[in-house]
């Protein structure tokens, strides 16, 4: 299968400071990057769309400014959470699909736990 | 709007002891139904694609099934490594993925 890598593993970072969180397709380009959160013993829940050369589409309940998403070439997308706050600890998970246009496949990354103290 | 449903929630099984795990979905236009597999604290790892009503697919231990309605994934003769959460997820047009809540599997040995 394809592969997709996010750095860093972990992050433990003090409240109103800003991370980053980068996600890359090893083996493929993609054009579309999906990030995802999950909270413990719960399902992903989509968070934004992630498109190359374009702005991101952030599902409804998402605020934007909060979690900024740039999608710079076809093997790279960075979600930078701003100005964190404890509530914003959790697992983030990217993903792509080898082929655009669905519906195919999404290949997950290993995800990113954020702690913010 | 589009659902996914997972069923159990969890399961254990002894080594050896074969079930199945449900997922139902709404009849709303599906393009694609999805398996991964998710062990704790690691993204989820692609099983399977199923596209449409009768289709099959299968991967050592694992079968997956797809009917009008919901999809199964049997599990036979399971192994303590099979232990981890399984989960559905639904393609109804795009290229967004709804997830099920998972199944959260424990083969006991």
């Known amino acids: 299968g394809a592969v997709v890598s996010q750095h860093p593993s972990w992050v433990i970072c003090k409240s109103g400071t800003s991370v980053k969180i980068e996600c890359r397709s090893l083996?493929?380009?993609?054009?579309?990057m999906f990030w995802y959160r999950q909270f413990p013993k719960q399902s992903l829940m989509l968070m934004a769309t992630?498109?190359?050369?374009?702005?991101?589409?952030?599902e409804q309940g998402v605020e934007k400014d909060k979690f900024l998403i740039n999608h710079a070439s076809l093997t790279l997308s960075t979600l930078t959470v701003t100005s964190a706050h404890p509530e914003d600890s959790s697992f983030y998970i990217c993903?792509?699909?080898?082929?655009?246009?669905?519906?195919?496949?999404?290949?997950f990354g290993p995800g990113t736990r954020l702690t913010v103290l | 709007e589009d659902q996914v449903t997972q069923s159990p929630e969890a399961l254990r099984l002894q080594e050896g002891e074969s079930s199945s795990l449900n997922c139902s979905y709404t009849?709303?236009?599906?393009?694609?139904l999805f398996w991964y597999r998710q062990d704790p604290g690691k993204g989820p790892e692609f099983l399977f694609t199923?596209?449409?009503a009768g289709e099959e697919k299968e991967k050592e231990r694992l079968k997956a099934t797809l009917t009008k309605k919901e999809s199964f994934l049997h599990i036979t003769a399971p192994k303590p490594e099979d232990s981890a959460t399984y989960l559905c997820?639904?393609?109804?047009?795009?290229?967004?993925?709804?997830f099920g809540t998972g199944t959260r599997l424990t083969i006991i040995p």
């Open positions: 993903s792509a699909p080898t082929l655009a246009g669905g519906p195919h496949e999404q290949f």
């Open positions: 083996d493929f380009q993609a054009t579309t």
């Open positions: 992630s498109n190359e050369g374009s702005k991101a589409t952030y």
């Open positions: 009849v709303s236009g599906l393009r694609g």
């Open positions: 199923l596209y449409s």
């Open positions: 997820a639904s393609n109804f047009g795009n290229e967004k993925l709804t």
